[in-house]
């Protein structure tokens, strides 16, 4: 399913895929295509109207029909990127400014784009990107471009290689609730992460699964995971699918999902995480979350955050508010560490000096 947002010139270019499937499959289309022609707001119609075309595999979208400005337009995709799975499609065939636009699709990881000025190309082009692999000639700019890219603390030399600190912790079965207020807010990747994070630091951490999305029988389905005792091991990670932890450790993740009241897991814990990314429509369901959390300590964590709106969620929710990368790797074990180590610093034992 494609779905095409589009300019009144540019509306009959996939007409040519319509034809070709009612020759090849007997008047019973392969793609169902659904062409929306106007103007567009980009940012407003991904936080507005795309959760009513959240079946649609790919996203093809003609730069002539938006009227946001390049940075808005690179915005508004990074928040479809983190909210929706289609395969995003740009048409920049016309394009004044086609080479700054590439750049800034590239940096964020789309790479299936339209540049071709004929008919013919047009057509050539949109079906790479809509084959398989999609288009290839931006791929290996793209992993060239996730080459070079570092998080690095500040006043470090990147030519530096960051050395992984083991602590010595003072910590038994402390647990830590993770829990957003809609779905799509990183709560599973964060909990993941955080374990890996305080594993990797020394620590010893398993994670237990509240989420009611069942996260963890689809990985234990596709990879074939074996359990030991009463949890799997995932990579270093030790998980239950139950609250029934069949040995101590530092530190007990619980991965809460999204929740509307506040469950007991969430309550009882001794650290509470709050996670989302605080796009427009999220803002709601995250203060009505805090307001329930009012008499409990929490964490507040916004999930990639562009810079530009870092200030006005802070003034929203307060200046305590921790900025997240976001990560797409359940295994990572060094991101976002600013946060984890804030988290749980005073579990740490300092080093003696002599």
């Known amino acids: ?9 540019k509306s009959g270019i ?25 103007r567009f707001t980009l940012k407003q119609f991904v936080v507005k109207d795309m959760r009513n075309y959240q079946g649609y595999k790919h996203f093809m979208v003609d730069i002539g029909c938006i009227d946001d400005s390049l940075d808005d337009f690179i915005v508004a995709l990074q928040s479809f990127q983190m909210m929706f799975n289609a395969r995003i499609i740009v048409i920049l065939s016309g394009c004044d400014n086609e080479k700054a636009y590439t750049e800034k ?18 057509q050539s082009e949109i079906k790479e990107c809509l084959s398989e692999g ?23 030399n990147e030519s ?60 234990f389905e596709r990879y074939t995971y074996e359990k030991e005792g ?25 991965d809460c999902g999204a929740i509307k009241e506040l469950t007991n897991a969430f309550k009882e814990a001794d650290i509470r995480l709050i996670c989302g990314s605080l796009l427009p429509y999220e803002e709601t369901n995250y203060s009505k979350l805090l307001h329930l959390c009012k008499n409990l300590s929490t964490f507040k964590m916004a999930l990639s955050v562009p810079s530009e709106f870092q200030s006005d969620c802070k003034t929203t929710f307060g200046e305590d508010l921790m900025i ?16 984890y180590h804030l988290i749980v610093k005073e579990y740490i034992i300092p080093e003696r000096k002599l």
Not at 18 to 33: F, G, L, R, S, Y
Not at 134 to 156: A, C, F, H, N, T
Request: glycine share 6%; net charge negative.
């Open 1 to 9: 399913m494609l779905l095409y947002l589009s300019s009144s010139g």
């Open 14 to 38: 996939t007409d040519f895929l319509e034809e070709e499937n009612e020759q090849a499959q007997c008047n019973k289309p392969e793609v169902v295509i659904k062409k929306l022609v106007g």
């Open 105 to 122: 699709l590239i940096g964020i990881g789309v790479t299936d784009i339209v540049t071709a000025n004929t008919a013919e190309d047009i």
């Open 134 to 156: 999609g288009m290839q000639r931006y791929k290996q700019i793209e992993k060239l471009s996730k080459q070079e890219l570092k998080i690095v603390p500040p006043g470090i």
């Open 160 to 219: 530096v290689e960051i050395e992984i600190p083991r602590y010595k912790w003072s910590a038994k079965n402390i647990k830590i609730a993770v829990a957003g207020a809609d779905r799509r807010s990183g709560v599973t990747v964060t909990a993941f992460n955080f374990a890996n994070w305080l594993i990797a630091r020394g620590a010893t951490a398993c994670y237990v699964e509240m989420n009611m999305n069942r996260h963890l029988h689809y990985l």
């Open 230 to 254: 009463e949890h799997y091991p995932v990579g270093d990670v030790d998980c239950f699918l139950t609250n029934e932890i069949d040995k101590d450790y530092n530190f007990i993740i619980y």
């Open 324 to 339: 997240a990368y976001a990560s797409h790797d359940l295994f990572n074990d060094n991101i976002n560490g600013h946060i």
